[in-house]
């Protein structure tokens, strides 16, 4: 056992593939991913805010590979990308139109996926509003998304995760063959989370990087990474890691995690190497990251 309690799997354990098998290179490809947290990262990096289109060109502009967004919907239904489920002072995006929205400053997902590089890919971090407990099942963020994401995955690497079980099970149900992952919380107990996403039907686990940090000095610990993907891959999932420090990122990546979802994007860029940025052809230096049939 290591000290979170993830068991060997070479004893005992029967590689059980659950609900529907993957290739577990399918989202990410070949090798690891690093993603650029909202852009450039959280809050403002070189001057530019989280979740803006400058934040997430410029990302691209540094030859990074994925980009994550958050997305919600407003009062009339159109998809916007931000974070937070309300404004400074207290106004919901939810509760506002499009054209309010853009007046604040936020940015349309059309938008963005009309000046992303097309090389670029692209994780929707789905954020439902509380009232859609209150729509039908075809009106609620998940079944907005659905559409446009379905037909964006054909012109681009895409991912759609959320912490929302059923906005996940949603979309499989409107768009089967959609790349899809399930995101876990801040220190989410690491077994717990592996055989609850062994037994749904998502591509990858998005677990925060507390859930494979030692509790004390909150260090990266390899060797719980290293036990822990067996039992992902045996399940056909793939293990994304979201919010290392840029000097952990290289740790996971390192001990066999399949994507980052990092802040300070330049810096983890720099800590990195060469081997995690794009070229300006749109393949990634050295032993092809992905490519955009996987």
Known sequence: ????????????????????????????????????????????????????????????????????????????????????????????????????????????????????????????????????????????????????????????????????????HRLRSQEPSLPLGWLTWHRFPLDVAVAACAHMDVDVLGLHVGSLADRGSGAVEPATVAEALPFVHGAGRQLMVWCPAPASAGVLLEAGADAVVVDEVPRALELLGPQHARTSAGSTVGAGRWSRGA
């Not at 400058?54 to 239904?77: H, I, M, Q």
């Open 1 to 168: 056992m290591t000290p979170i309690g993830v068991p060997s799997p070479r004893r005992g354990h029967e590689t059980v593939r659950t609900v529907s098998p993957r290739l577990t290179d399918r989202v990410f490809g070949a090798g690891p991913a690093v993603i650029g947290h909202r852009g450039l990262g959280c809050g403002v990096v070189r001057g530019h805010r989280e979740n803006t289109l400058g934040s997430f060109t410029a990302a691209a502009a540094l030859g990074t590979t994925w980009v994550e967004a958050d997305v919600r919907r407003t009062a009339d239904d159109v998809l916007v990308v931000g974070h937070d489920e309300v404004y400074p002072g207290g106004t919901r995006v939810a509760d506002i139109t499009a054209a309010d929205a853009d007046r604040r400053g936020t940015l349309r997902l059309h938008t963005l996926l009309e000046q992303l590089p097309p090389e670029v890919g692209l994780d929707v971090d789905l954020k439902p509003a509380i009232d859609d407990s209150l729509r039908p099942p075809s009106r609620t963020t998940a079944a907005l998304l659905a559409p446009v994401v379905a037909a964006e995955v054909r012109r681009r690497p895409l991912l759609v995760t959320s912490f929302d079980p059923a906005a996940l």
